[in-house]
């Protein structure tokens, strides 16, 4: 059974920082893309960072770039997201997601006009952590 598990989310004021991590277990996690997705209040779940299967390429979007920072560790079944310069639109509920078929950059972005839901674009979801940013 796979188990994704996101931590480090918190409250925190406009410029500061805060580090995510996602475990998974139950997987071979070196096989799969990863990524960082977040879904703020009355919005669509959206793709912000996702990695390839050894880290070696990244995607970010563009209201992250610069700010966000992606990283994994096979060998403690680890995914990172290093966050600064926090921004009151940050504040959202953030999810990590797994996929087996997808690469990187698909993962983080569905193809337009596909008709499904959001959360079944990807194999696996931690269950969120909720990252608020005020003022």
């Known amino acids: 059974q796979v188990q994704a598990e996101e931590s480090g989310g918190g409250s925190v004021q406009a410029g500061g920082s805060l580090k995510l991590s996602c475990i998974i277990d139950g997987l071979t996690f070196r096989d799969y893309a990863l990524g960082w997705w977040r879904q703020a209040p009355g919005q669509e779940r959206e793709g912000i960072s996702c990695?390839?299967?050894?880290?070696?390429?990244?995607y970010e979007a563009n209201s992250v770039k610069g700010r966000f920072t992606i990283a994994r560790d096979n060998a403690k079944n680890t995914m990172y997201l290093q966050m600064n310069d926090l921004k009151p639109n940050d504040t959202a509920i953030y999810y990590c997601?797994?996929?087996?078929?997808?690469?990187?950059?698909?993962?983080?972005?569905?193809?337009?006009?596909?008709?499904?839901?959001?959360?079944?674009?990807?194999?696996?979801w931690g269950q969120g952590t909720q990252v608020t940013v005020s003022t």
């Open positions: 990695i390839s299967q050894t880290g070696a390429n990244h």
């Open positions: 997601a797994a996929d087996l078929h997808r690469s990187y950059y698909t993962l983080c972005r569905p193809t337009p006009g596909w008709g499904g839901r959001v959360v079944e674009w990807a194999q696996y």
